[in-house]
């Protein structure tokens, strides 16, 4: 529909996830329109990631060093690894300031119809991290889906015999949500995870 | 939260229209995780952009060349110009196929809140293509809002008494739509433009 330039922006632009076709138009006509420095300021922080950014070597979160920033700190503790799916997961995590311990990124869950196994995530990297007995706990914070129950599963059966204590996030009503709008598994999970709040006088 | 490139990524993408934090999230980590072909070619698609595309001297369009496709084109009629506020605009209307004239794009609306009059717009340009008694017929296809029609307004007492036909694109009821989710406004127009259907026998 536009000249070449524009239509291979547009076309680039709409592969990204969650821009589609008139999204994309309209970012490529605002790129049209401002000054060109914002499209070079572009470009270069694309640049960069592309360049500088690459996966820690211990714990597979993205770094600009082999090791990640979270890996090198030294005032967080040893004993535990909470294990991840992505990198955007230790964002989210870091954001709730509930946990100083270490990471582990998976890069992914096991979802069989995609045909992703346990071969295709960092778990050999896990077991190399739990050699010299320093760590005591691992905190399985996959996704609350199927893969991420199934890795969860995978993990919990292969760590268990290793005398580590495995623990789960807990599942249960969102915070500010609703119990009427809660589904059921969500609802019966709650119920199934319920705390004890009476006190003994 | 994040290192350095990544989290300049996230910040740029989340200038652009319509992309969040969360959405300039999700595509900086799809970047990561995709062969870096991509980042080289939404890079190189906007370095284009940036160094080739400008805007026709004759209607404003986007162009890669002084004068854009459709001005160049011999085929299209010379006495009908369609004039509309932005580049986008025309690739609709070209959608349509409906249209075999000349375009002009004003490059906004007059919008008093924001400071723009008709001297910001590329009004003297469509003055300019006037002087030689080529077009007959002005077609305004500002877009159906309070600064198009503002625009159209400004536009229509220019240019009637310079003897030219000036037209402005119908409203109604969009086609596909449900009358009774129309607004008043849309509905009011759809009745003050209804059009004579009966045939004489």
Do not use: W
């Amino acid at each position: 529909m536009f000249e070449g330039a524009v239509q291979d922006l547009i076309d680039e632009l709409g592969r990204l996830p969650g821009i589609g076709p008139k999204s994309a138009q309209r970012i490529a006509f605002h790129l049209l329109s401002v000054d060109s420095s914002v499209i070079e300021d572009l470009v270069g922080a694309l640049t960069k990631v592309k360049d500088d950014v690459r996966f820690c070597v211990t714990c597979g979160n993205v770094s600009e060093q082999d090791t990640c920033r979270i890996c090198r700190d030294p005032r967080r503790v040893d004993d535990v690894i909470c294990v991840v799916e992505e990198s955007k997961d230790v964002a989210a995590i870091e954001r709730t300031n509930e946990f100083r311990g270490r990471y582990h990124v998976l890069g992914g869950a096991i979802n069989p119809m995609d045909g992703i196994g346990p071969d295709d995530l960092r778990v050999k990297e896990l077991l190399a991290r739990l050699g010299d007995g320093t760590v005591r706990e691992i905190i399985l914070a996959t996704d609350p889906n199927l893969e991420g129950e199934a890795t969860a599963t995978y993990l919990t059966r292969m760590l268990s015999p290793m005398g580590l204590v495995v623990s789960r996030l807990a599942s249960g009503l969102p915070v500010g949500g609703d119990l009427e709008y809660a589904d059921e598994v969500t609802l019966g999970r709650a119920f199934a995870g319920r705390r004890t709040v009476s006190q003994t006088v």
